[in-house]
Nanobody, 115 residues
């Protein structure tokens, strides 16, 4: 059974930074494409950033230039570095691993950007 565990969320002031981590266990991490999604209250879950198994990345327009996704296949970890945070970045952030018919989600970590 594949398990994803996020960490690193919290309360931060506008303009601050946070680094989210996603630990993956139970399978061969390197074959999965990894994404970070977020869901704000009353809104649909949206894709924030993605890194494919080969290392290519893409970002939502709203976070380009501020967020950076990365992965470490030696540690079975995915990361989301978030800089210049804004109140509108407040949401629960979810880690997502997928490939072909396989699809796994973490439990989410809360990020609150507020003064």
């Amino acid at each position: 059974q594949v398990q994803l565990v996020e960490s690193g969320g919290g309360l931060v002031q506008p303009g601050g930074s946070l680094r989210l981590s996603c630990a993956v266990s139970g399978s061969i991490f390197s074959i999965y494409h990894m994404d970070w999604y977020r869901q704000a209250p009353g809104k649909q879950r949206e894709l924030v950033a993605a890194v494919r198994s080969g290392g290519s990345t893409n970002y939502a327009d709203s976070v380009k230039g501020r967020f950076a996704i990365s992965r470490d296949n030696t540690k079975n970890m995915a990361y989301l570095q978030m800089n210049s945070l804004k109140p509108e970045d407040t949401a629960v952030y979810y880690c997502h691993a997928h490939r072909a018919a396989y699809d796994y989600w973490g439990q989410g970590t809360q990020v609150t950007v507020s003064s």
